[in-house]
């Protein structure tokens, strides 16, 4: 499993960004896919997450700012980013929902900045 994300940078409070995730998984159309995200000296935590039917799930932080999306036919998971906030600064990686379960399938990451 390979999972490549992208699309990070700097940006103020209040802007917005959208990330992608590339994933190399032939069962990727079946798998439960989410965006997780960890600041540092936190432990990583549950950004977003989408099942294979499209249905959508948003950590508590998130919510009406944040839309998780995907592609199937060109196996691509997109997080768009609005309203950011200083304290969403933290390295953004996209894995299988399976995945982070057992902590296991991390590829790297994109850092996400946000200056107040």
């Known amino acids: 499993v390979q999972l490549q994300a992208s699309g990070g940078g700097l940006v103020q409070a209040g802007g917005s960004l959208r990330l992608s995730c590339a994933a190399s998984?032939?069962?990727?159309?079946?798998?439960?896919m989410g965006w997780f995200r960890q600041a540092p000296g936190k432990q990583r935590e549950l950004v977003a997450t989408?099942?294979?039917?499209?249905?959508?799930n948003y950590g508590d932080a998130v919510k009406g700012r944040f839309t998780i999306s995907r592609d199937n036919a060109k196996n691509m998971v997109y997080l768009q980013m609005n309203n950011l906030k200083p304290e969403d600064t933290a390295v953004y990686y996209c894995?299988?929902?399976?995945?982070?379960?057992?902590?296991?399938?991390w590829g790297r990451g994109t850092l996400v900045t946000v200056s107040s």
């Open positions: 894995n299988t929902v399976f995945g982070f379960s057992i902590d296991a399938y």
């Open positions: 998984r032939d069962t990727f159309s079946r798998d439960a």
């Open positions: 989408i099942n294979s039917g499209g249905s959508t």
